[in-house]
């Protein structure tokens, strides 16, 4: 009786000296987007370099609210995220004194899992580090060609399409980050993020040229309301 006694006060001490956290936050990331393109056996190698080499990245963000629970130094973060990702291409060529670019951008809603470490630097300030996947469910994805003339817009236009995308796409994020409380009640974060879908967009089983991993490098502000 004694023994669980002093094991009871014992526990009560760890745990009244651990920093017990949790958190609502509104999140905000716009980011730079790239992708790293593959070929199938449709494709030679010069059609895919070609390919390759018209493309280019593009402008995109993220919105999302999310959950993290903390115990001392490590913990999590959940929610539901909308991400707009994508790429774009160089101009080329379509007839006579005539080129086009085109923009492709794909919509996913996002479930995320992302272990937390920190590391307080003072009573108001946190460093934290970040690993974490999550499940894309594919939205859509919408091409709009723009065309050009002798070096002017002359107009844009969606084009129909009918490739087969995945579903659903799995992603490995990670990242460093910047943590001030405002308030007993409020925080902010700055968090520069990476991440890298870890499926092409579109289904291998479908008859394509080249499929394409998106990933992206951006910076994650998230406004916190905390709570115990």
């Not at 004694?2 to 958190?23: K, V």
């Not at 990331?29 to 390759?52: E, K, V």
Request: glycine share 8%.
């Amino acid at each position: 009786m004694r023994f669980l006694l002093i094991c009871f006060l014992l526990f009560s001490t760890l745990l009244s000296a651990q920093t017990l956290e949790r958190s609502f936050g509104l999140e905000v990331a716009p980011h730079y987007n790239q992708r790293r393109i593959s070929g199938t056996n449709n494709i030679t190698f010069t059609q895919l370099d070609r390919i390759d080499s018209l493309e280019t990245g593009s402008a995109g963000y993220v919105l999302g609210l999310s959950y993290e629970s903390r115990v001392d130094r490590i913990g999590y973060t959940t929610g539901i995220r909308y991400a707009r990702v994508g790429y774009a291409t160089l101009e080329q060529e379509s007839g006579q004194q005539t080129t086009f670019s085109d923009r492709v951008t794909g919509h996913y809603l996002s479930l995320p899992f992302e272990i937390n470490f920190y590391q307080d630097v003072s009573e108001k300030d946190r460093a934290l580090f970040l690993l974490g996947v999550a499940g894309q469910y594919h939205l859509g994805t919408r091409t709009r060609r723009t065309s050009f003339s002798d070096g002017g817009e002359t107009g844009s236009e969606v084009l129909a399409d009918d490739a087969t995308y995945r579903p659903v796409v799995l992603s490995f994020i990670t990242g460093i980050g910047y943590d001030r409380k405002l308030s007993s009640d409020w925080a902010i974060r700055f968090q520069p993020t990476f991440q890298f879908f870890l499926n092409g967009n579109l289904r291998p089983d479908t008859d394509i040229l080249a499929n394409r991993n998106y990933y992206q490098v951006g910076l994650r502000v998230v406004v916190r309301r905390l709570f115990i």
